[in-house]
């Protein structure tokens, strides 16, 4: 049996976090992305185990505002990216509907979707 690469595990993995929060089973999206983090940091796969945190946070993100509140962190201002929280400057940010990006989140972005192709 082939012994599954790092982008094979986050390939497996990241319909199912999509799916949960889609869902709304924060638990299931919660659990699934911290884990997907253990296993790829473990496997020294940086990129995919960034993305899994940013997985894991949008899971606690929907889960805290279907509580009511999200006091735990903070809507992002128009001066810092969404992801992961780096003020401008030094971060260049472009604004999207709801959200802010740094490059390095785009590129990290870009290198997870461009993985594998």
């Given at each position: 049996?082939?012994?599954?690469?790092?982008?094979?595990?986050?390939?497996?993995?990241?319909?199912?976090?999509?799916?949960?929060i889609?869902?709304?089973?924060?638990?299931?999206?919660?659990?699934?992305?911290?884990?997907?983090?253990?296993?790829?940091?473990?496997?020294?796969?940086?990129?995919s185990?960034?993305a899994?945190?940013?997985?894991?946070?949008?899971?606690?993100?929907?889960?805290?505002k279907?509580?009511?509140?999200?006091?735990?962190?903070?809507?992002?201002?128009?001066?810092?990216?969404?992801?992961?929280?780096?003020?401008?400057?030094?971060?260049?940010?472009?604004?999207?509907?709801?959200?802010?990006?740094?490059?390095?989140?785009?590129?990290?972005?870009?290198?997870?979707?461009?993985?594998?192709?």
């Amino acid at each position: 049996m082939k012994e599954l690469q790092p982008n094979d595990v986050f390939q497996l993995l990241s319909p199912g976090w999509d799916r949960a929060i889609a869902e709304k089973r924060f638990h299931d999206a919660i659990e699934s992305a911290a884990i997907g983090y253990l296993v790829l940091n473990e496997r020294q796969d940086e990129v995919s185990s960034r993305a899994s945190l940013i997985y894991l946070r949008q899971a606690v993100d929907d889960r805290l505002k279907q509580l009511g509140g999200d006091a735990a962190a903070p809507q992002p201002t128009q001066s810092e990216c969404s992801f992961c929280r780096k003020e401008q400057p030094p971060a260049k940010l472009i604004a999207g509907a709801d959200a802010y990006i740094c490059g390095s989140c785009a590129t990290l972005a870009d290198d997870v979707l461009n993985k594998g192709k």
